[in-house]
């Protein structure tokens, strides 16, 4: 039995963000709104689906976008549901595009994360057409729940944030928070809530179908979390190891894992240095580790590289998917927070035996 136990870490780390969004590109699309004459006011008149009395939600990622489907169940006369990242892109790299600002503009109910990767949302709210939207900005409901970026050991830091001592008091001043909240299934039980409320405000002729849909979904979403626990007490080890980037950290904390990455959640980088992969072979080899894991869109350079460096040489290598890039395919395949999140816990379970 490999148990461990839970090692040293830098919270407040200023880590890269990773967020290559094009604030010109974003300022552009405004600019062209306002010379065309085409002001988000001039839209007011209709919702996305174009039927005035819907109510119209917004959500800009996934798992938001589930939750609220779940929250809306079978009222989809009534309600039109909108994803904005439905094409793959990654939450660090999305530009808002002027349909999509408009779409934000004319909604009831908008949800997004409210980390730096979405922080172009301000500008698209202060265009909003309607007063009365109902706004989840999930970091604020989660309040001191939200987690400080972290590195630990053996993790590259970005370029411009060296892990010395100068680094960690700047990091101090100015916390980077980690955005992927929702990768956590008590987070989940919580923002479904949170979205159930906001609709019900919304739309409170349909408030009791809001509430009790809700409610059914949130003991789903309570089962699964007791089968990652169950999971996690079961495991012969309690450290995982990420040759990626580590968008995780909610889940780790929430069974009380250990872990190991390449890269920070949010960090830019893509190509881990010598020392990196030496070090994670090395955690590898020493923890009798039986799994390499990625993320989901990896190619897997990093992880052939440390298994390459690694003694035995024989660790499988597994994905996580971090419902950072689900496609309208994905969804219509039957792609599902739960059903993603079910097939991470498998993962898990082979990670940890």
């Given at each position: ?7 040293t ?14 604030w ?9 709104l ?33 939750w ?52 172009w ?24 729940s ?24 700047s990091?101090e ?16 039980k ?8 906001a ?39 309690d ?42 072979a090395?955690?590898a ?16 350079t ?24 689900i ?25 940890l035996?």
């Amino acid at each position: 039995m490999k148990k461990m136990s839970k090692q040293t870490r830098k919270t407040g780390s200023s880590v890269s963000a990773g967020i290559s969004v094009s604030w010109k590109a974003i300022a552009g699309a405004f600019a062209i709104l306002a010379a065309t004459g085409m002001t988000v006011s001039a839209f007011s008149a209709q919702n996305v689906s174009g039927a005035k009395d819907s109510l119209s939600v917004v959500a800009a990622i996934f798992p938001a976008y589930d939750w609220a489907r779940e929250v809306i169940g079978d009222n989809t006369e009534t309600a039109d549901l909108t994803l904005l990242l439905d094409s793959g892109v990654d939450l660090h790299s999305y530009q808002p595009t002027v349909d999509d600002i408009l779409t934000i503009s004319n909604c009831d109910v908008f949800i997004y994360v409210g980390g730096e990767s979405d922080a172009w949302v301000t500008d698209a709210l202060s265009q909003a057409a309607n007063e009365d939207m109902q706004v989840i900005r999930l970091m604020d409901v989660l309040k001191d729940s939200v987690k400080e970026e972290e590195l630990v050991e053996g993790m590259q830091a970005g370029d411009d944030h060296e892990s010395d001592g100068d680094s960690e008091e700047s990091a101090e001043e100015t916390p980077e928070y980690d955005e992927h909240v929702w990768l956590s299934l008590k987070n989940a039980k919580i923002l479904t809530d949170a979205i159930a409320q906001a609709l019900e405000e919304a739309d409170p002729d349909n408030a009791e179908a809001y509430s009790e849909n809700a409610k059914v979904y949130m003991d789903k979403l309570t089962a699964l979390d007791e089968e990652y626990q169950k999971a996690a007490l079961a495991g012969e080890r309690d450290t995982i190891l990420f040759a990626d980037r580590f968008p995780f950290r909610y889940l780790t904390d929430d069974y009380d894992l250990n872990y190991y990455a390449a890269f920070a959640g949010c960090s830019a980088e893509t190509e881990a240095s010598f020392e990196t992969i030496l070090f994670l072979a090395e955690k590898a080899d020493e923890l009798e580790l039986p799994v390499i894991l990625t993320i989901d869109g990896s190619d897997q350079t990093i992880a052939e590289a440390v298994i390459n460096s690694t003694n035995a040489k024989d660790q499988k290598i597994l994905s996580m998917n971090s419902m950072q890039s689900i496609t309208a395919g994905d969804m219509e395949d039957g792609a599902s927070y739960l059903s993603v999140m079910e097939e991470n816990l498998e993962v898990l379970k082979e990670a940890l035996s």
